[in-house]
């Protein structure tokens, strides 16, 4: 079983950057897979990374490659995502999740959800 708690959202002026937490309890967070996804007013929850167990394999939605970069610290049992260059249209509650079978880019697979962390960008 591992717990997710979000942490680093706010308000932020567009061309900013962020760098989103999410602390993980249980003993299981160095041999899972984690992703980040995000969810806008009216719209479907969207993938955004994964990343594998170790570290060692990173995935990105095509749209967000270059922007944002997901790592993990198992020492500390925290998963990050530093996003930079900031848009209005990345406004949106953020999702760490844990644990995916199948595809990491959708979210239905994913076993294990924090509660979620608001990011605004303003223009």
């Known amino acids: 079983q591992v717990q997710l708690a979000e942490s680093g959202g706010g308000l932020v002026q567009a061309g900013g950057s962020l760098r989103l937490s999410c602390a993980a309890s249980?003993?299981?967070?160095?041999?899972?897979?984690m992703g980040w996804f995000r969810q806008a007013p009216g719209k479907e929850r969207e993938f955004v990374a994964a990343?594998?167990?170790?570290?060692?394999?990173?995935f990105y939605a095509d749209s967000l490659k270059g922007r944002f970069t997901i790592s993990r610290d198992n020492a500390k049992n925290t998963l990050y995502l530093q996003m930079n260059s900031l848009t209005p249209e990345d406004t949106a509650v953020y999702y760490c999740?844990?644990?995916?079978?199948?595809?990491?880019?959708?979210?239905?697979?994913?076993?294990?959800w924090g509660q979620g962390t608001q990011v605004t960008v303003s223009s």
């Open positions: 999740a844990g644990d995916p079978d199948g595809s990491w880019r959708a979210a239905a697979d994913y076993r294990y």
């Open positions: 990343i594998n167990s170790g570290g060692s394999s990173r």
């Open positions: 249980g003993r299981t967070f160095s041999s899972t897979a």
